[in-house]
């Protein structure tokens, strides 16, 4: 996955450092997703529960929702990161974890040939996602997601609500494709939005080869900055 941010790229490791702040609009996103992790895993019908992560970073949703979780020896899957100091933040963090059933990998996850053996899931985060790539591709991502999804799936994921707000559109489009709301975060906090969607339909055969979005980033989006075809 080529992230296009204009000159400069982004440095997405220190990115994550804005974390670290307990006030900081990204640490209080973080402890929103987790929380939505969680009651994923407590709703989740005993047995394996398989997740799959997009542009996963330092694994932070997810490690950091399970760790302590009753559930977490059930986890397998897989978390997809083109950042090479990313993924081994996340696979360290990981192992600490003891989540040996997790993999942590180096891959394009804009592409579904990275979840080839991994998918269907019964737990999807696409986090950090939606507000680095354009509407139209949005709406796109969020069609193919039913590949990616096991029957009841649950699908987590993230995108900033300053105006224009997209988060109507993103739920029409998740009902369009076949995903129920389970869960919303509040329009108050325009700094970042959460939602839980579950899928509803039928599992579709994962299709190699596909593009599922491609990330420009919001920072190039935000500027109106040109960015390649």
Same mark, same amino acid.
């Given at each position: ?6 000159? %400069? ?14 006030? !900081?609009?990204? +640490?209080?996103? /973080?402890? !929103? ?19 799959? !992560? ?11 929702? %399970? ?8 986890? @397998? ?8 100091? *990313?993924?081994?933040?996340? +696979? ?6 003891? /989540?040996?059933?997790?993999?942590? @990998? @180096? ?11 991994? @998918?269907?899931?019964? #737990?999807? #985060?696409? &986090?950090?996602?939606? $507000? *680095? ?15 990616? &999804? ?15 707000? /997209?988060?109507?559109?993103? &739920? ?12 919303? !975060? ?34 190039? /989006?935000?500027? $109106? ?5």
């Amino acid at each position: 996955m080529e992230r296009q941010e204009g000159p %400069v790229q982004r440095d997405w490791a220190a990115w994550h450092g804005a974390y670290d702040d307990p006030r !900081s609009a990204l +640490s209080r996103r /973080l402890r !929103s997703v987790q929380q939505r992790v969680r009651e994923a895993l407590d709703s989740a019908p005993p047995g394996p529960i398989r997740v799959v !992560s997009t542009c996963a970073g330092q694994g932070r949703d997810l490690i950091g929702a %399970v760790k302590r979780h009753p559930r977490r020896h059930d986890l @397998v899957g897989r978390l997809v990161e083109l950042d090479e100091a *990313n993924v081994r933040a996340a +696979s360290g963090a990981a192992r600490r974890a003891g /989540l040996d059933g997790l993999d942590v @990998v @180096v891959g394009d996850a804009s592409r579904t040939d990275a979840y080839v053996g991994a @998918v269907p899931a019964d #737990l999807v #985060l696409i &986090c950090g996602v939606f $507000g *680095n790539i354009t509407d139209p591709d949005v709406e796109r991502a969020i069609s193919l997601l039913p590949q990616l &999804c096991a029957e009841n799936a649950q699908v987590i994921w993230t995108r900033n609500r300053q105006p224009p707000d /997209l988060t109507p559109d993103l &739920c029409r489009w998740f009902e369009k494709h076949g995903f129920q709301k389970r869960w919303l !975060s509040p329009p108050e906090e325009r700094a970042y939005g959460v939602g839980a969607h579950r899928y509803t339909g039928a599992p579709i055969p994962l299709e190699p080869g596909v593009r599922l979005f491609t990330f420009i980033g919001y920072d190039t /989006l935000r500027n $109106g900055a040109p960015w390649p075809q």
